[in-house]
Nanobody
């Protein structure tokens, strides 16, 4: 199994940037594709971005393309989400997750989840 611990959330003005971190415990971290999801109050958890286990392929939701970048460092067992040009509608609890099913987008297709951290973007 893989345990995921998130950091890097917080508060930022619209137009600003944040860098999210997700650190994993487990020798098999590099065998998993990784994803980022977010969930705003009253809404379902939605896909944000994913990256293959090698880091060679990425996938982004249309709402965050260009502005967000997902990356990973398997030696450090860490996945990152760089968020630029943040908008108020980006405000949500953000989760990192791991899956062995490939480059998937649905939350139930991910096996392991971080604890979730709040990102708040002021208008």
């Amino acid at each position: 199994q893989v345990q995921l611990v998130e950091s890097g959330g917080g508060w930022v003005q619209a137009g600003g940037s944040l860098r999210r971190y997700c650190a994993a415990a487990g020798r098999t971290f590099s065998s998993y594709d990784m994803g980022w999801f977010r969930q705003a109050p009253g809404k379902e958890r939605e896909f944000v971005a994913a990256i293959s286990w090698t880091g060679g392929r990425t996938d982004y939701a249309d709402s965050v393309k260009v502005r967000f970048t997902i990356s990973r460092d398997n030696a450090k067992k860490t996945v990152y989400l760089q968020m630029n040009s943040l908008k108020h509608e980006d405000s949500a609890v953000y989760y990192c997750a791991a899956t062995s099913l490939g480059m998937v987008r649905r939350p139930h297709e991910y096996h392991y989840w971080g604890q979730g951290t709040q990102v708040t973007v002021s208008s």
